[in-house]
């Protein structure tokens, strides 16, 4: 039987993914108590209805090292507390710490469907239910009530509008993204490159100049209430440098040899410094970037940044055990974008790779001292290393082979139908 407004059930199964989504995830993430990094959360959260703008002046008090636009979130959260009391139950505190990284996520899914129904509404709803369903971003939000979904979110939404020549635009939601976390500017090279690709230099200065103007108008406030004139600076190279380590908890190639936590001013082959070697591999991953975009065939932001990250995850220092989640969504958009399986396998892949790196350390830090899986972890991990890094090896070829490869020609008819001067979303 046909249905006689094939929108409408579009939406109604878009309206059921979502809810779904939105119920479950607050049931689990109500139920699942999880103090582990929320509690730095419920700490600001707390502190911030004494004064937002001029938090950073008790920094060092409550122990604050993120950039402010979360902050915003937090709040209200804080003003939630004041109704609630500070030492409510504990499915209380769980729904206030986690209800804004649900709802980010949740947001994902919505804003992968608008991307993805641009191509057609399956593809479109297909996007929206693979992240909705995608048991890692599900594990990051519901149960461990992490804040890394607001920055994919942002992520997604600049690279999309660079994608389809929107530069101002697209510079400004980058910008906002850099100012949830600081590992977003790992993204950095791969934005500007595509931006200067798609826009040529003229728009390229004004995109530019629109991201350093909404960087100023948000920290601005922050600067003068605090008090502190060089305060970007302090958030952002503070929290850069903040944890100088190999690895820390993260499936890589310094997990392989047993490096979690590990200073990184220790020699490697007793004439190597960490910095060094974590230097070149920088180097290294950007000559490789700056090659293929110059070099390639064809070119794609989202691509690039799988690419890029997946280097900078696997090769650097200083990674904690979530930064890999971020490339998720950069397979999907690949996937979604250029219709081509690899990236949907990648997907698929990555989402394996990364719920367990959450899953074995947040479980290892519930678990008592004594148990199998704390007197183990050091061998679980340099086995999903190992795993994981024969899995970067095979991201990076299919993503150089798609730079290397010449486009098909109904790529290229669809590329340029999506690239539309009429809206983001028409």
């Not at 039987?1 to 939105?22: C, D, H, Q, W």
């Not at 979360?70 to 710490?97: I, K």
């Not at 048991?135 to 009530?145: E, H, I, K, Q």
Request: aromatic letters at 18%; charged letters at 15%.
């Amino acid at each position: 039987m046909r249905t006689e407004n094939p929108k409408k059930e579009v939406y109604f199964l878009l309206l059921a993914i979502l809810g779904f989504s939105l119920l479950l995830r607050f049931c689990v993430g109500v139920g699942y108590f999880n103090s582990m990094d929320t509690y730095w959360y419920r700490g600001w959260a707390l502190d911030l209805p004494n004064g937002l703008f001029n938090v950073y002046a008790r920094a060092e008090d409550i122990t604050l090292d993120y950039p402010p636009l979360y902050l915003f979130c937090l709040y209200f959260t804080g003003l939630a507390y004041r109704v609630f009391g500070e030492d409510c139950s504990n499915m209380m505190q769980m729904f206030l710490m986690k209800f804004w990284p649900i709802i980010f996520d949740v947001l994902c899914s919505f804003l992968l469907y608008k991307i993805g129904s641009k191509f057609s509404q399956g593809t479109g709803l297909l996007a929206a239910a693979l992240w909705a369903l995608n048991p890692s971003v599900f594990f990051n939000t519901a149960m461990w009530g992490q804040t890394d979904q607001l920055m994919a979110l942002l992520l997604i939404l600049s690279f999309w509008l660079c994608l389809q020549n929107r530069p101002i635009l697209a510079c400004i939601a980058f910008a906002v993204a850099g100012m949830t976390k600081y590992q977003c500017l790992l993204f950095t090279p791969v934005f500007l490159l595509e931006l200067y690709r798609r826009s040529g230099l003229k728009p390229f200065l004004k995109g530019c100049l629109a991201a350093a103007i909404s960087v100023a108008v948000v920290f601005l406030p922050f600067m003068i209430a605090s008090r502190r004139p060089a305060l970007f600076f302090e958030v952002y190279f503070g929290g850069a440098g903040k944890y100088p380590y190999y690895t820390l908890n993260a499936f890589n190639l310094y997990g392989i040899f047993g490096l979690n936590w590990v200073p990184e001013s220790e020699l490697l082959l007793d004439f190597l410094p960490g910095t060094v070697l974590n230097l070149i591999f920088i180097l290294l991953s950007l000559a490789l970037l700056v090659f293929l975009y110059y070099r390639g065939k064809r070119t794609c932001g989202f691509v690039g940044g799988l690419l890029f990250m997946q280097c900078i995850f696997m090769l650097t220092t200083r990674m904690h055990e979530r930064y890999q989640i971020v490339v998720l969504p950069f397979a999907l958009m690949a996937y979604i974008i250029h219709k081509e399986r690899v990236f949907l396998h990648a997907f698929h892949l990555l989402t394996v790779m990364t719920l367990i790196n959450q899953a074995l350390l947040l479980f290892k830090n519930k678990l008592p001292e004594s148990s199998y899986l704390v007197q183990t972890y050091d061998g679980w991990m340099q086995f999903f290393s190992v795993l994981n890094l024969i899995l970067f090896a095979w991201t990076v070829f299919i993503c150089i082979r798609f730079f290397l490869t010449e486009p098909s020609k109904e790529e290229t008819m669809e590329n340029q139908k999506e690239e539309c001067p009429d809206g983001l979303f028409a």
